[in-house]
């Protein structure tokens, strides 16, 4: 039997994936996953077996994994940040679970919120929460209740899956839920394609946010009460009396 690594790549640049990743990627024989995710790694898999799936085969992708380890090879499931953070970790466990498959190694990588908030500054320095504005498998009522009290527990939010071709007007409509509690001059940014090419860093308010347009390759972030912008960079205070 093989073994199963489920990787998190980290945003793109292969200087941010980390050496346990770089290792398990060597380690195998065949490499699964998303076509975007494989063409960010592709120099790195000279000689590997490559299947490369288009989105929503999540399931499939899963299986696959299963019956080629099963079969004696050694089986890299790739996603990009944290395989753990909207990822392959959990549907990969679930599925090989029923298989009663259980050499699985999940390997962690740097997620959007951690490569995006370096870019930013320090936006999540004290608490804070990641919500997808995803509502392909999650209703939007959850969505909104789930912003609503981040909000009203005064937490810097991470908002991943901003918009999609379909989904064009979901970072307006969470910011009009978002200032229901919070005002408009709230400090917050966004970062597009960090650790890839065509990186976009952006500070401004929560009212600009509302007018911004995000791409399926941004990440939001909206600082909490104490979050201020300095020298263009965000900085959410620890509470230091820093003098
Ligand atoms: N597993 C990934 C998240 C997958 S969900 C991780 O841990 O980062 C997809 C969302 O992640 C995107 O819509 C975007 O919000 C964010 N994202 C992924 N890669 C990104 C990048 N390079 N720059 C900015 N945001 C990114």
Redesign the pocket.
């Known amino acids: 039997m093989g073994k199963i690594y489920v990787i ?1 790549l980290g ?2 640049d292969e200087k941010m994936m980390t050496a346990q990743a770089a290792d398990a990627l060597s380690a195998c024989d065949v490499v699964v996953g998303y076509k975007v995710y494989i063409d960010l790694i592709r120099d790195m898999c000279a000689g590997r077996e490559l299947i490369e799936s288009n989105m929503r085969q999540e399931q499939k992708r899963c299986e696959t994994c299963v019956e080629l380890a099963v079969s004696g090879k050694n089986v890299a499931l790739v ?9 392959m970790a959990s549907p990969l466990l679930e599925v090989a679970a029923k298989a009663g498959f259980d050499d699985i190694a999940i390997i962690p ?5 951690l ?2 908030a370096a870019l930013l500054g320090a936006p999540i320095g004290h608490d804070f929460c990641v919500i ?1 504005l ?1 509502d392909l498998r999650t209703p939007w009522e959850i969505i909104e209740k789930r912003l609503r009290l981040a909000a009203e527990a005064d937490l810097c939010i991470v ?6 071709h379909k989904r064009a007007d979901y970072l307006e409509r969470a910011c009009r839920i978002l200032m229901e509690r919070i005002d408009g001059n709230r400090s917050c940014g966004y ?6 090419d065509g ?1 976009i860093r952006k500070v401004c308010t929560l009212g600009e946010l509302a007018g911004e347009e ?7 972030f909206i600082g909490n009460s104490q979050t201020y912008i300095k020298n263009g960079r965000l900085i959410t205070p620890r509470g230091y009396d820093i003098q």
């Open positions: 998190g945003p793109g996603c990009s940040g944290d395989a753990g953070v909207y990822g990588g740097v997620t959007a919120a490569s995006g997808s995803s908002l991943y899956n901003p918009a999609s970062v597009k394609n960090a650790g890839r990186t995000a791409d399926m390759f941004t990440t939001v």
